[in-house]
């Protein structure tokens, strides 16, 4: 089964701190994604990624930069942290590119709190 | 504004009960997908469903795709407690891969 892989379960940060949140895909997946998860909202989409290197804007990128320098790899950049970019961060992978109706593989999420 | 609309955002109801939860949108989407989602556990794909008026069964749970493709509904049969979670509508239309996520149903079946 695909496992995708978030490096921390929990995160305590300061404001202004740069944060680096990071995902790993072992099924070869073309597709990553980067969601933030608050109550009442559902999941919104960050930036995603269909190739090493490449990257696209989702509908709330402002404060956030990614990198994909490997396939199996998706890191969120959040520069200077705020208080209002505390959430729950969900990465998820599919497995290929330009697809309507791909599953999504999540992982189990990063809660993370800027004090 | 949310692309999709899910009704209720939280439904309670005891061990044996029937339940239906909506997913609404004045969007056409070229495909739909249901999520659950367990605490402390990213979402998992129940279902996909493609085809405007389709209907697909997953033991006690039965999805229906709207004929227009702009609405989808969940409906479970003799809720259990392992049926608690928050459920999760996605859709994708066709001009954009992407998946937009409706905002959940916090469903709670209680024993």
């Known amino acids: 089964d695909v496992k995708v892989t978030q490096s921390s379960r929990y995160l305590v940060k300061r404001t202004g701190e740069k944060v680096f949140l990071e995902c790993v895909q072992d099924?070869?997946?073309?597709?990553m994604f980067w969601y933030r998860q608050d109550p009442g909202l559902g999941l919104r989409l960050i930036y995603f990624s269909y190739d090493v290197k490449m990257k696209e804007k989702g509908d709330i990128p402002e404060g956030y930069s990614v990198s994909r320098e490997k396939k199996e790899r998706f890191s969120l950049i959040l520069e200077s942290a705020s208080t209002n970019q505390t959430s729950m961060y969900l990465c998820?992978?599919?497995?290929?590119?330009?697809?309507?109706?791909?599953?999504?593989?999540f992982g189990s999420g990063t809660q993370l709190s800027v004090l | 504004t949310q692309l999709l609309e899910q009704s209720p955002q939280f439904l309670s109801i005891q061990e044996g009960e029937n339940l239906t939860v909506y997913c609404n949108s004045s969007?056409?989407?070229?495909?739909l997908q249901w999520y659950r989602q367990e605490p402390g556990e990213g979402p998992v794909l129940l279902v996909t469903?493609?085809?405007?008026?389709e209907v697909k069964k997953l033991k006690r749970l039965t999805f229906q795709f709207g004929d227009a493709r702009k609405d989808s509904s969940l409906h479970i049969t003799a809720a259990q407690p392992g049926d608690t979670g928050l459920y999760l509508c996605?859709?994708?239309?066709?001009?954009?891969?992407?998946?937009?996520f409706g905002a959940g149903t916090t469903v709670t079946v209680r024993a």
């Open positions: 996605a859709g994708s239309r066709s001009n954009d891969y992407k998946l937009s």
């Open positions: 099924m070869d997946h073309e597709n």
């Open positions: 469903v493609v085809t405007g008026g």
């Open positions: 969007s056409v989407f070229s495909s």
């Open positions: 998820a992978s599919s497995r290929y590119r330009g697809t309507t109706n791909e599953k999504l593989f």
